[in-house]
DNA sequence: AGTTGACCTGGAGTGCACTCCAGGTCGTAG
DNA sequence: CTACGACCTGGAGTGCACTCCAGGTCAACT
């Protein structure tokens, strides 16, 4: 299957305008064309995106996404060099995870003590009322 | 306690650029001052600065926070809008852990075929040769 | 008295990742 | 045959969050 640009930015969630950025940047090979010079993707083109994708939402550096893209076109030789920024960035996304763990932690620390506020702006333990009453 | 710009910069691990910037923007109320005029950081600044790596840590946006910043000027009658900035960034946070939990498995199956083709690369099944040796 | 180093100000510059624009080409629908 | 919408190109513009700079002040050391 082939697809416009613009069934491409729909299935990807990238927008037509970073669809020919990535391709200008070289993150992307340039699809194929039809009859009329219209960019075509191919199922392995919006694969590739769907794993880059993925790399941006980790936070990856296009600069390391485009390192990436370039030893991916140098075949298997680049593997072990592929595995590698894989690992490392394998282990930013669980430091980050745990970073953002303890940012909850925080929100929920701040968040329960603006509950407290609340119970005692709206009247001193209202449930004590119900009981007694 | 108060600390130096360079004092309040290591410990809140902001760059003396940044705590001057983000007093401009009015994230931070103007610290006092030294008989020099210096910025004289009290503990109470650290303490919001603290918060504030937090929330941007989560990926707040400036104007966010900002707004956080402002309406903490506004006393008590704000703390229900606080809360209701700080629930929503919890869900946001949440959401983001999910997404990256989502990418971690990707980077697994990435890195585990990446292994597979290295175990082909140095031979056959290494370990069967251990065995029948 | 002079030099040093930390700090001050207002404003300009940077890097990133897009995003938008003007002007042009195609192929199909009316 | 012309009007339309989707697409094309090269290049300029945007928003964010800093980061850097020139030129100046001040207190402390030598």
């Known amino acids: 299957m082939s697809y416009s640009i613009a069934e ?3 299935r990807s969630g990238l927008s037509i305008d970073t669809l020919r950025y990535y391709e200008r940047i070289k993150l992307l090979d340039p699809p194929a064309r039809d ?3 219209r960019r075509a993707y191919s199922d392995d083109d919006l694969g590739w995106l769907g794993f880059l994708t993925k790399l941006r939402t980790t936070g ?3 600069k390391s996404m485009r390192e990436y893209a370039s030893l991916r076109r140098h075949g298997v030789a680049s593997a072990g060099r592929r595995k590698a920024l894989l690992v490392e960035q394998r282990r930013s996304v669980a430091e980050r995870i745990a970073e953002l763990q303890g940012c909850l932690d925080v929100l929920d620390y701040k968040i329960e003590n603006y509950a407290q506020v609340e119970r005692k702006v709206l009247g001193v333990e209202p449930d004590m009322e119900e009981i007694s009453a």
């Open 8 to 10: 491409a930015a729909r």
């Open 60 to 62: 990856m550096p296009i």
């Open 35 to 37: 009859t009329a010079g």
